[in-house]
């Protein structure tokens, strides 16, 4: 998908910012420091034990990295009455920003505060509250944009974990149109950003539904066939249910031989020759091999199990807690991956009431059920399984991009609104009333994939790649 304004409209007169980065911006805009228009101050509060379903609402470090882009305006923590006097008080238009980070990218984070009622704020937060009239939207839009991200980033001290502090943040460059004009451009984004949010809401239950449906194919291929009208008989295995008559249960212990690895994270090379298969669904790389063949790997703890499966024929390494299935006997190594992918959460789960399993153990997969088609049959369903899942694939990947090129849409408008390269006021004054949206804090349920289709972005046309 292409994103474009039907318009583009420049501002009349431009002069110098004076500051490199930014260029010239309109001439009537100012070019401020933060530490001209406002004041900083340390958040400070207990810890994470001080959280009660329902209180007064709280603003942790962490929110701004899982929870809040931009704006806050509701939150995941709540502090009881007898905890609040532990914690800073913030005001609706107070902007926040993490004190430290793991990376420069994440030291340029910051949230400004939208709530109208009683809010804090926890420790490790640096607090900017403006004493000059700011629309706080305008606010968020700006200190957390690109420019604004890029000057943070410089600021930024530290090797393992970054650091910001407010003698620093006080110097950062924030070019300023008059209030009437904050107030347009935050409606012109609001407007933007909502249609935008909605479509990928939607396009990310669509991509939610697409994998649903592509388990599903593979589910049924590998444990009832391709053929609806088989002959069928019970295969003993409660999660498994009835299966072909003429199909063999095994353990798999007599199907395959069973290794772990012997490397650890740390040896992994982000330029290496070799795959390395840890407990993630994403492959490292790493300069060595130990293993040279078709095998099929799973995560043995941590929260990859039943979750992480790789497929592989060649040269590759693989982590001391990652099982590696290989030397298949009576099974193609592929349709193996199938079936195990499809169906060890179901026998690892057996007997436990929780969600989740710690770790498998050696045992238990000896003794893991496997049904076994005739190869003949087994080809065949490799061979189905290969057509449905690339189109499914095909049709998940594109609507993951057009996400992602909305999303690059949003960032780059909003980077050129705030700092004076668009001009919108004409834009937002044609702009029908809306009834403000409180940000959902899960993100779900905004919109159906057939509503955000239709629905009209002011100013944007789409077309598809």
């Not at 409606?187 to 239950?205: C, G, H, T």
Request: charged share 25%; aromatic share 10%; net charge negative.
């Amino acid at each position: 998908m292409k994103v474009t304004t039907d318009s583009r409209h420049l501002y009349p007169a431009l002069k110098p910012s004076g500051v490199l980065w930014l260029g010239d911006v309109p001439e009537h805009w100012e070019v401020v420091q933060l530490g001209r228009i406002g004041i900083f101050s340390k958040g400070s509060g207990g810890t994470k034990d001080d959280e009660v379903p329902d209180g007064i609402p709280c603003v942790r470090y962490g929110d701004l990295y899982t929870t809040h882009k931009s704006f806050i305006s509701q939150t995941r923590s709540y502090v009881s009455s007898a905890k609040a006097s532990a914690y800073t008080p913030i005001d609706r238009g107070d902007v926040l920003f993490p004190t430290s980070g793991e990376t420069i990218e994440e030291i340029g984070k910051s949230a400004v505060n939208l709530m109208n009622t009683q809010v804090l704020c926890g420790g490790d937060l640096i607090i900017f509250r403006p004493t000059i009239p700011i629309e706080p939207k305008f606010a968020g839009y700006a200190l957390d944009c690109p420019a604004a991200q890029t000057q943070k980033s410089l600021m930024g001290r530290g090797i393992t974990i970054m650091h910001i502090y407010s003698s620093q943040l006080k110097y950062l460059w924030l070019p300023l149109p008059p209030l009437a004009e904050q107030v347009a451009i935050a409606r012109y984004l609001d407007y933007v950003d909502r249609r935008v949010r909605r479509y990928v809401v939607a396009k990310r239950k669509l991509i939610a539904l697409l994998e649903e449906e592509r388990q599903a194919v593979i589910h049924q291929a590998v444990t009832r066939g391709l053929d609806p009208n088989v002959p069928l008989k019970p295969s003993g295995v409660d999660w498994l249910g009835d299966i072909p008559a003429h199909w063999e249960l095994r353990r798999l212990r007599s199907l395959a031989e069973i290794g772990t690895g012997e490397r650890d994270t740390i040896d992994r090379k982000s330029t290496g020759k070799y795959p390395f298969f840890v407990r993630s669904q994403t492959a490292e790389r790493i300069d060595s091999w130990s293993f040279d063949g078709e095998a099929v790997l799973t995560a043995g703890d941590g929260v990859g199990v039943g979750r992480v499966f790789h497929y592989i024929n060649g040269k590759f390494d693989y982590h001391q807690r990652v099982y590696r299935f290989s030397g298949f006997r009576d099974i193609l190594g592929e349709f193996f991956f199938h079936y195990f992918r499809s169906t060890l959460r179901h026998e690892v789960l057996q007997g436990t009431a929780k969600s989740t399993v710690d770790s498998l153990r050696l045992p238990m997969l000896q003794n893991f059920i496997v049904v076994i088609p005739p190869k003949s049959e087994q080809s065949a369903i490799v061979a189905h399984l290969k057509s449905m899942t690339s189109t499914i694939q095909t049709i998940s990947a594109r609507a993951q991009r057009q996400i992602e090129l909305l999303e690059e849409y949003r960032t780059r408008l909003i980077a050129d609104v705030v700092t004076g390269k668009l001009d919108v006021r004409a834009a937002a004054a044609e702009l029908a009333e809306e009834a403000d949206e409180e940000e959902p804090v899960d993100g779900n349920g905004l919109m159906t994939d057939n509503e955000a289709m239709n629905y009209d972005f002011h100013g944007v046309s789409q077309s598809e790649e």
